[in-house]
């Protein structure tokens, strides 16, 4: 089956370090991979994808690369901010039109001042 | 932005009560979905949809009902609430292809007491 396997947090950072969050899937054929935020007290938005192999998703600085060798899609960002304090969730979405999308367990992010 | 909406955002109701979590979205999504997200952060499938008349049952079970009598909606019914079923409710919406990426609602923060 399909699974998606992600860095346990919390991940504390002081404000411009750099961010590397692991996040790494199995799945039978061609994913597509996301990475979706969530906010507190909110729902998840999308905040970058990528739908075949060696594609780069980015987005408000966050880049993640598809990486079909090392079944891997790492989100990373070079300098972050307090408000990218959030719980972040990388998911693959099967070829089968009739596969559910797969999250991993989420990672929570807390950038000090 | 993201045309998918629930209501209400929080609900505080007593143990034994029957409620119905909203959710609709006009984006003419055929599939959508309701997740349980625990306080660990991680999001369980409860109940998903393919389309009109389409309900089928998720990885986590699940003692609520739901319906899709119109594509733009997906309510979620519990018969009788418990303090067990205390919990962020999220729904969200696909289109039916694959490889497709899941818009999501802002939640909502169930409290039974």
């Known amino acids: 089956g399909n699974s998606v396997t992600q860095m346990e947090g919390p991940v504390t950072l002081s404000e411009e370090a750099f961010l590397t969050i692991n996040c790494t899937y199995t799945?039978?054929?061609?994913?597509?991979l996301f990475w979706y935020v969530q906010y507190p007290g909110e729902g998840l938005q999308l905040l970058l994808k990528a739908t075949k192999a060696d594609d780069k998703g980015s987005n408000k600085g966050f880049e993640a690369t598809y990486r079909k060798e090392t079944t891997s899609f790492h989100l990373e960002k070079g300098s972050v901010q307090v408000s990218d304090s959030a719980v972040y969730f990388c998911a693959l979405s099967p070829p089968n039109a009739g596969n559910m999308l797969t999250f991993g367990g989420g990672t929570r992010l807390m950038v000090k001042p | 932005e993201a045309d998918i909406y629930q209501t209400p955002r929080y609900l505080v109701i007593g143990t034994g009560k029957k409620i119905t979590l909203e959710c609709s979205q006009t984006?003419?999504?055929?599939?959508m979905y309701w997740y349980q997200q625990d306080p660990g952060m991680e999001l369980h499938l409860i109940h998903y949809?393919?389309?009109?008349?389409?309900?089928e049952k998720g990885d986590l079970s699940s003692e609520s009902t739901v319906s899709r009598i119109r594509t733009e909606h997906f309510p979620l019914t519990l018969e009788s609430a418990r303090p067990s079923h205390t919990s962020q409710y999220l729904c969200?919406?696909?289109?039916?292809?694959?490889?497709?990426?899941?818009?999501f609602g802002q939640g909502t923060r169930l409290t039974v007491v």
């Open positions: 984006m003419g999504h055929d599939k």
């Open positions: 799945a039978t054929g061609y994913p597509s």
């Open positions: 969200a919406s696909s289109e039916l292809g694959s490889n497709t990426e899941a818009f």
């Open positions: 949809s393919y389309g009109v008349n389409s309900t």
